[in-house]
């Protein structure tokens, strides 16, 4: 069974503009979530989607927003680039996330580098 | 909100040694607790996971606890290897999926 993945791996862009990161869960997976990792504050929660609805959404400015396609596959944008937003962006997949049961696998993640 | 802390922040064994990695947790309303590896640039891989309802797991030379009344987690690693040098981390789940990590513990082992 293949792994959760990730595209791009690697993006270089300037400040002001906008990106978009895609993941493509665990095949059967219906929950996905995305995470920032940065060196200073570590891993933080997004926001979670479940048969494309919004179920939960961490601390993050409304630049930050994302969605889910029926194949529950997901997107996740940001506009208007800061330097601050260069990190490390994780997305994992878990089978339901009812009641927090599943179990997260996590993709290779996107370095995004903001200039 | 629930906050979550590793101790150490760092450590470093020689080959062979058993060590202990703590982890607490402020909430104690949580689903599940998982424990991931994370190599150097790369994504996290998953160790364990503890249910709310259980006290550990077992994974070959892993064994993780978990003590919700009093907020605490361990992970076990057995006749530590340098191949074992890595960051870990652990992460709370206090529902839908939504994972409240610490800081890590970065983990070296030397042969």
């Known amino acids: 069974k293949a792994g959760v993945t990730q595209t791009p791996r690697y993006l270089i862009k300037t400040r002001g503009q906008q990106v978009t990161l895609s993941c493509s869960p665990i095949s059967g997976h219906r929950s996905v979530s995305w995470y920032q990792q940065t060196p200073g504050q570590g891993l933080q929660f997004l926001f979670e989607?479940?048969?494309?609805?919004?179920?939960n959404k961490g601390n993050f400015p409304g630049r930050f927003s994302g969605r889910q396609f029926s194949n529950s596959r997901s997107e996740m944008n940001v506009s208007t680039l800061e330097l601050g937003d260069s990190a490390l962006y994780l997305c994992?997949?878990?089978?339901?996330?009812?009641?927090?049961?599943?179990?997260?696998?996590f993709g290779p993640g996107t370095r995004l580098t903001v200039l | 909100k629930q906050e979550v802390t590793q101790i150490p922040a760092a450590l470093s064994v020689p080959e062979g040694e058993n060590l202990v990695l703590n982890c607490s947790f402020t909430d104690s309303a949580i689903y599940n607790l998982q424990w991931f590896r994370q190599d150097p640039g790369k994504g996290l891989t998953s160790l364990l996971l503890?249910?709310?309802?259980?006290r550990e797991q077992t994974s070959g030379r892993l064994n993780a606890s978990l003590d919700k009344s009093s907020g605490r987690s361990t992970l076990y690693i057995a006749a530590s290897q340098p191949g074992d040098s890595a960051t870990y981390l652990c992460?709370?789940?206090?529902?839908?999926?939504?994972?409240?990590f610490g800081k890590g513990t970065m983990l070296l082992v030397s042969p």
């Open positions: 989607y479940f048969s494309e609805t919004q179920r």
């Open positions: 503890i249910q709310s309802s259980q």
């Open positions: 992460a709370a789940d206090s529902g839908y999926s939504t994972l409240t």
């Open positions: 994992a997949s878990s089978p339901s996330g009812q009641g927090g049961l599943g179990e997260q696998f």
